[in-house]
């Protein structure tokens, strides 16, 4: 068996948005009552001056949500992002392979609108595939978890 060297990975956030990308896991949620969602996603972006848009489509148990996402390179590792389902800017901050993402994000529950709180964390494993670990709060009260394996398609 050769000797490999150990090569650092870089995510490349637009890169790795640019073409298609699916992510499948699981919504763990806490409240209001303990259940499991698959979730699967289908993501197709394109960059181009300094703008990444992403189009989503969302699957949560055949039930289907599409969004549109925008992100502004502001520097190699900063990028800030809108959505209409998000109050405020998405803030982006990106360090070797770690994709650290924050913003409050309106959810219906129960016929209410509400605003939680959103932090995701995004580790590119190869060149091909990253995992994410998401984790939903509202007032410090940890509401759910979610964790996916997101694939470059092309």
């Keep these: ?22 992510a499948k896991g699981n919504l763990m949620l806490k409240y209001p009552k303990k259940s499991v969602k698959n979730l699967h996603v289908t993501f197709k972006g394109s960059f181009k001056n300094n703008n990444l848009k992403l189009s989503e489509q969302y699957l949560e148990n055949n039930n289907k949500i599409v969004r549109e996402w925008n992100f502004r390179k502001l520097s190699k590792n900063l ?21 650290t993402m924050q913003y409050r994000f309106k959810l219906i529950l129960w016929k209410f609108t509400t605003i939680v709180l ?17 984790y939903v709060s509202k007032l410090g009260i940890n509401l759910a978890k979610i964790v996916l394996l997101y694939k470059k398609i092309s």
């Design 1 to 22: 068996m050769k000797n490999q060297r150990y090569k650092p990975l870089n995510l490349d956030f637009e890169k790795f948005f640019s073409g298609k990308v699916i």
């Design 79 to 99: 990028f800030y992002g809108k959505e209409k389902s998000v109050k405020g800017k998405i803030v982006v901050h990106i360090n070797r392979n770690m994709l």
């Design 118 to 134: 959103i932090k995701d964390y995004m580790y590119l494993i190869n060149e091909k595939e990253i995992v994410n670990t998401t």
